[in-house]
């Protein structure tokens, strides 16, 4: 069945430091991929999106290519702040599928 | 646009005692809805999708149960509570895109057993 493997966190960084957040994932098919963030005390925001091979999905300075070669999906981000302190989980779809296969979540700890 | 409401927020039960939590869903006709949960230290679970009124499909065995009563709202509720229970319950609904389809959520019920 499908799966999706995130990074463990939690990652603690400095405020304007380079940010990676690995994901990689395993479908049967070919998959639309998706990484949503859930800041403290709030639920699910999607944050981007990706839904063909080298698309690359952005939103607020985050990005993510679809890389069907190396299946992963690695959220990026070149200068992080306080506020992306939160939980990124990566998640997948398949075509007919009715629902999302979800990465555990990675939490982000930002530090001033 | 499509928006989600569920409630209450948050919620302290106690074990053995019943519990309904409830989502509506705006700005949509004929949608897929979800529950899924969010345990603590762990990642999110299907617990139940529906395609349409009364249509319900369980992924995990458990001790919850969900029902459609109307095309727009969608309740997730329980019998007994157990400690297992507590976690964070998110309602779902699927947006279908040109570009494909996309899960929005709502914003979330705290559920703690006690």
Known sequence: GDSVTQMEGPVTLSEEAFLTINCTYTATGYPSLFWYVQYPGEGLQLLLKATKADDKGSNKGFEATYRKETTSFHLEKGSVQVSDSAVYFCALTELGRRALTFGSGTRLQVQP | S??????????VQPVGSPLSLECTVEGTSNPNLYW???????????????????????????????????????????????????????????????????????????????
């Open chain 2, 36 to 114: 899924y949960r969010q345990a603590a230290g762990r990642g999110l679970q299907l617990l139940f999708y529906s395609v349409g009124i009364g249509q319900i499909s369980s992924e995990v065995p458990q001790n919850l149960s969900a029902s459609r009563p109307q095309d727009r709202q969608f309740i997730l509720s329980s019998k007994k509570l157990l400690l297992s229970d507590s976690g964070f319950y998110l309602c779902a609904l699927l947006g279908r895109g040109v570009r494909g389809n996309t899960i929005y959520f709502g914003e979330g019920s705290w559920l703690t057993v006690v």
């Open chain 2, 2 to 11: 499509q928006t989600i409401h569920q409630w209450p927020a948050t919620l």
